[in-house]
């Protein structure tokens, strides 16, 4: 069976105004315990800003809008495949990409909805299998993932 980004995609999806502060993204992603915020202006997808990008900015920065740090939005149709959207997320280096529906963002494909999946793969493979997944190999990097991702049959 083959997964769209849409069925496995964390929704809703916490996001902020390009005028709001650093120290407001900050509390939200504090809050919301996430790692990657979605950037709005008039409603639309804009751009992202991620905890690591929060963590570079100096204490003078605070106050300034997180417009100045975001990067470029990078989204995906929800409709996309799932193991498609994985492999551009590891040749990109990538860690979460905005989901979209008819220009809506509808939710957002992070590395811990791709863990959330593969743990569940493993889960149903270990019960029909019983010896395990002794064959399989474990690493954390998204080439890993995408790896065993195939191996499991996706």
């Known amino acids: 069976m083959k997964h769209s980004v849409g069925q496995v995609a964390s929704n809703p999806v916490v996001t902020i105004r390009t005028a709001n502060t650093v120290r407001e993204a ?3 992603m504090r809050q919301a315990k996430i790692r990657h915020l979605p950037v709005l202006e008039d ?9 690591r990008e929060l963590q570079q900015i100096m204490p003078s920065g605070l106050e300034k809008p997180v ?5 470029p939005a990078t989204s995906v ?7 498609d959207v994985v492999e551009k997320m590891r040749e990109a280096k990538v860690l979460a990409y905005a989901v979209v529906d008819k ?3 509808i ?20 019960r ?10 474990f690493n954390t990097t998204i080439g890993s993932l995408l790896n065993m991702l195939e191996q499991v049959g996706i």
Do not use: C, N, P
């Open 67 to 71: 417009g100045e740090f975001m990067t």
């Open 77 to 83: 149709s929800s409709e996309a495949l799932l193991r």
């Open 26 to 28: 900050q509390m939200q």
């Open 43 to 51: 409603g639309k997808l804009v751009g992202m800003l991620s905890d």
């Open 128 to 137: 029909t299998f019983a010896g395990g997944l002794s064959g399989l190999k």
């Open 103 to 105: 220009g809506h963002l």
């Open 107 to 126: 939710g957002i494909l992070t590395t811990d909805d791709l863990l959330r999946v593969l743990i569940s793969m493993l889960d149903s493979q270990e």
